[in-house]
């Protein structure tokens, strides 16, 4: 199913990880472990934030992949199902067709 994660980083922590070089090996990390069909990076409400939107296989995937974020950044983190435009005409023909 196709997902997307949202980790926003609080900005001490982010520095913090900036100053000490984990920055680079935690996004690395999620990378290989999700690899995404995109990964976009950005500001929210004035923290770092990043959304990666990736196809989970298991739920299992998510803790080598969340811990990360929540031990060495302190990010909130959320994760949802998300469509894209082939899936949104798939389930709208489904709807319209009473199946």
Same mark, same amino acid.
């Given at each position: 199913?196709?997902?997307?994660? @949202?980790? &926003?980083?609080?900005?001490?922590?982010?520095?913090?990880?900036?100053?000490?070089?984990?920055?680079? @090996?935690?996004? /690395?990390?999620?990378?290989?472990?999700?690899?995404?069909?995109?990964?976009?990076?950005?500001?929210?409400?004035?923290?770092?934030?990043?959304?990666?939107?990736?196809?989970? &296989? &298991?739920?299992? &995937?998510?803790?080598?992949?969340? /811990?990360?974020?929540?031990? /060495?950044?302190?990010? @909130?983190?959320?994760?949802?199902?998300?469509?894209?435009?082939?899936?949104?005409?798939?389930?709208?023909?489904?709807?319209?067709?009473g199946t």
């Open positions: 199913m196709r997902m997307v994660l @949202k980790a &926003q980083i609080p900005t001490e922590a982010g520095n913090d990880a900036l100053r000490s070089g984990s920055m680079p @090996k935690i996004m /690395e990390t999620a990378v290989a472990a999700l690899k995404p069909e995109a990964a976009y990076f950005t500001l929210d409400g004035g923290d770092r934030t990043c959304f990666f939107y990736f196809d989970m &296989q &298991q739920s299992s &995937q998510m803790p080598p992949v969340l /811990e990360s974020f929540f031990t /060495e950044l302190h990010a @909130k983190v959320s994760i949802q199902p998300v469509m894209n435009m082939d899936d949104l005409r798939i389930g709208l023909g489904d709807l319209m067709s």
